[in-house]
């Protein structure tokens, strides 16, 4: 079963807006990985010319003697995975609380939240936007599943934030595959078995809302 650690978390961070932000660079480690004999060790930087996070490093130790690092099993490494779940324990929402909320904390209140007016639909959909950009995480479908909308619907909500000026960084584009991760707390929406990992106990850094 696969184990994944946080560690190494920059003490900068990057302010998206929305009060969420991101350090600008951390790193993870996965042990445990079906299929590959060995510990991953990944670094992950903001990159302000993508406009998210992305790998910069990634390397693969074997675990012991009588294991050879083959391309097949270089094949089996899941950087985009680790990038996303790991962020899920640095990636914060200064939501006016005493210390900023965690990614998941977030999203599992915001996938709870009933009865929302058009304007504070909008307003959630910019911040679940901006966490999915800290998460590399494809973001009108984040939208989507957690405001229970058509992807169609979180398109028009984001146009519509561009155009008025409040989310002006908004790309419509859905260029990459949405990783298999627990966005949420366990059972509250897609959720993938091989996720045990363990991360900072209290992340943090200033963030300034929107």
Known sequence: MA???????????????SGVSVPRSWHARVSGEKDVPGTIT???????????SAVAFAALEREGGGVDITSQVLREVRTHWIMTNSALDVVTV???ES?????RVFLARQLAREGREQRDSILDAIAIY???????YPPLKLVSDTLKISQSTATRF???????????EVRIQEPRRAPTVD??????????????????????GPSIGL
């Open 99 to 103: 210390q900023p909320i965690g990614a």
């Open 130 to 136: 901006r966490v999915a950009t800290a998460l590399s």
């Open 183 to 204: 966005r949420y707390f366990p059972g509250a929406g897609p959720y993938d078995p091989s996720r045990p990992h363990s991360g900072p106990s209290s992340p943090g």
């Open 94 to 96: 200064d939501v006016g």
């Open 42 to 52: 990944v670094r992950v930087e903001w990159d302000a010319a993508l406009g998210r």
């Open 3 to 17: 184990e994944l650690q946080t560690y190494d978390i920059g003490d900068e961070r990057i302010d998206l807006g």
């Open 158 to 168: 984001m146009s519509r934030a561009r155009d008025i000026g409040l989310a002006p």
